[in-house]
């Protein structure tokens, strides 16, 4: 059974403050993909990872894939309000076409 | 409308009733997924269709049946459903199944069985 483990699986900090989210597996993902899912709506894609040790900035988000394409971490800069919701990572295996997902990070800024 | 659109998005059942939540994506895309989602759990993938043919059934009671009658358009058919069945049901499409992957999602249709 192929896992991919989130962390933490929850997330309470205030407006302005830091954090990271890591997805951490034993298995090898051809590409990995970070959604943010807001209460009551589906979750929506924010990237896609593809190459070992990539780093992509998306404003104040960084997202990284580990150099072994088995970890990813998702960093927040002075985080929002409108930052809150739910976190997921999914990973795609080479051999195929179903992705493995992370129970998610629920995640809540205060004002 | 753009995008995918699920209805409904609420449904209150009893065990007895049948039921059918829709989808419809206005994208173009080859493949579509149902997914059920379950607080703390990963996303478990139900049932997968690529250019309308079911191309996977993970292990799902018959319990829900899918249906595809063309690449707009999925259903899942609800019956005699049991209440461990709670739960957010997305849909979603991709581009096709060979792709990185990346999934569009409705906004889900939130089933409670009593």
């Known amino acids: 059974t192929q896992l991919l483990e989130q962390s933490p699986q929850f997330l309470s900090i205030q407006e302005g403050e830091n954090l990271t989210v890591y997805c951490n597996s034993s298995?090898?993902?051809?590409?990995l993909q970070w959604y943010r899912q807001e209460p009551g709506e589906g979750p929506v894609l924010l990237v896609t990872v593809v190459t070992g040790g990539e780093v992509k900035k998306l404003k104040r988000l960084t997202f990284q894939f580990g150099d072994a394409r088995k970890d990813s971490s998702l960093h927040i800069t002075a985080a929002q309000p409108g930052d809150t919701g739910l976190y997921l990572c999914a990973g795609l295996l080479d051999s195929n076409y179903q992705l493995i997902w992370g129970a998610g990070t629920k995640l809540i800024i205060k004002p | 409308e753009t995008g995918v659109t699920q209805t409904p998005r609420h449904l209150v059942m009893g065990m007895t009733n049948k039921k059918s939540l829709k989808c419809e994506q206005h994208?173009?895309?080859?493949?579509m997924y149902w997914y059920k989602q379950s607080a703390k759990k990963p996303l478990e993938l139900m049932f997968v269709?690529?250019?309308?043919?079911?191309?996977e059934n993970n292990s799902v009671p018959s319990r829900f049946s899918p249906e595809c009658p063309n690449s707009s358009h999925l259903f899942l058919h609800l019956h005699t459903l049991q209440p461990e069945d709670s739960a957010l049901y997305l849909c979603a499409s991709s581009q096709d199944l060979s792709d990185t992957g990346e999934l569009f999602f409705g906004e889900g249709s939130r089933l409670t069985v009593l």
């Open positions: 994208l173009g895309h080859n493949a």
């Open positions: 269709y690529s250019l309308e043919e079911r191309v």
């Open positions: 298995s090898v993902f051809s590409s």
